[in-house]
Structure formats: C-alpha cells, structure tokens
C-alpha cells in the first residue's frame, strides 16, 4: 500500500524559512516522479513543483520560483521542500503526491503550512 | 498559467448522470492527452479517479468516465450515489511542463 507521510508543517514569519519532509513507503520510490501540490482551507487545489525519479529535471508554479527548492533523497525513500522567503499566501496545506511528469498519482494527508505576521 | 475552469457546482438525483466540464487552452486540455480527475471528500486527502483523459486507476468504479473535445475536458458520473458527493477536481499537463488544476466542481446528490 502507498504511504506518503508528511511533516515539517509550522507557524512561521513573512520572510522565514521551513522545510517540508515526506516519507514514502509501500512503492518504489526511485522510479517515481513526485509532486508538492497545496491547498488553501476551503479553497481549491493548486500544483506547486515536480522532481522527476533521480532529480535531474524540477519544475516550479510561477509564485514560487526562486524561492522554493524540491529535493529528494532515493536512499532515505524521502522528498523534500525547502521553502525560503515566505509570504502570506503561502498559507496553506501542502499534499506530498506520487505520479508521472503528466499527473498525480497518489496523495497524502498534507501538513499545515501558517505564514503569519 | 491559470486555472483550467469548472462550474461551481453540479447536482443529480441518486441513480442518475452527471456531468463534469473542465475547459483549458491549447496550452494545456486542447493540447495534451494528459488529463486528470480528483475526488475530495471534506478533510480528506483527493483521489485520482481518471488519468490521460479516459483511464480508470484500478479500484475506481466503472460509473466513472473520462473525455476530451478540443479543449474541454469532461467527466461523467452515471448512476449517482450518495458517497459521489464530494469536490472535484480537473488536472492538465501543460506546455511549460507544469501541471495545472482545475477551479473545482461540488457535486451534491440530492
């Protein structure tokens, strides 16, 4: 059974810094490309970044280039987003997906992200 | 890149049929045969129900369907049940290879 646990969710300041960790089990996770997607409480879904299966190619929405990085580590079976300069509007809660380049596969729960003066 | 646009809202009577519309551009739906849909129940994570356009992931129901036309994507609900009530949502590859979401759709059975 896939299993992508998600943690590093925090309250933080305009302008810090957080880093997203997810745990993946029950697949292979080498051979897959995995996603960050968010969504604001009670609003819709919004595609965040993409790594494919060995990190050679990353992908970023608009709002967040430059100041976030996606990572993985195949040894540890984990994914990671660093997130730098932080704003309001990146409030929200933040899925760590398994898929292709071309959609989303699986999901997990998600963890909090508050940015908050 | 902007959200690909749903209606608000859809609604049916149990048993019956229901369809979702997801419009995009050239640069994403019109373009690619890359499209995705997503179920979100209140508090839970989505589930993929339909991948490249028209295919089911296994354990999916068979009352669920996918189709495109240019570029306007669509699914299909038939046979209506209560635990169909839920968010849905369309996903595109697009031409600056990023994925895009759809604005979201409630269904409500009535």
């Known amino acids: 059974e896939v299993q992508l646990e998600e943690s590093g969710g925090a309250v933080v300041q305009p302008g810090g810094s957080l880093r997203l960790s997810c745990a993946a089990s029950?697949?292979?996770?080498?051979?897959?490309?995995m996603h960050w997607v968010r969504q604001v409480p009670g609003k819709g879904l919004e595609w965040v970044s993409l790594?494919?299966?060995?990190?050679?190619?990353?992908h970023y929405v608009d709002s967040v280039k430059g100041r976030f990085t996606i990572s993985r580590d195949n040894s540890k079976n984990s994914l990671y987003l660093q997130m730098n300069s932080l704003r309001t509007e990146d409030t929200a809660l933040y899925y760590c997906?398994?898929?292709?380049?071309?959609?989303?596969?699986?999901w997990g729960q998600g963890t909090m992200v508050t940015v908050l003066s | 890149q902007s959200a690909l646009t749903q209606p608000a809202s859809v609604s049916g009577s149990p048993g019956q049929s229901i369809t979702i519309s997801c419009t995009g551009t050239t640069s994403d739906v019109g373009g690619y045969d890359y499209v995705s849909w997503h179920r979100q129940h209140p508090g839970k994570a989505p589930k993929v129900m339909i991948y490249d356009v028209s295919n089911r992931p296994s354990g999916v129901s068979y009352r669920f369907s996918g189709s495109k036309s240019g570029s306007t994507a669509s699914l299909t609900i038939s046979g209506l049940q209560v635990e169909d009530e839920a968010d849905y949502y369309c996903s595109s590859y697009t031409s600056t290879r990023i994925l895009v979401f759809g604005t979201g759709t409630k269904v409500t059975v009535l």
């Open positions: 997906a398994k898929g292709r380049l071309t959609w989303v596969q699986s």
């Open positions: 790594i494919d299966w060995d990190g050679g190619t990353t």
């Open positions: 029950g697949f292979a996770f080498h051979d897959d490309t």
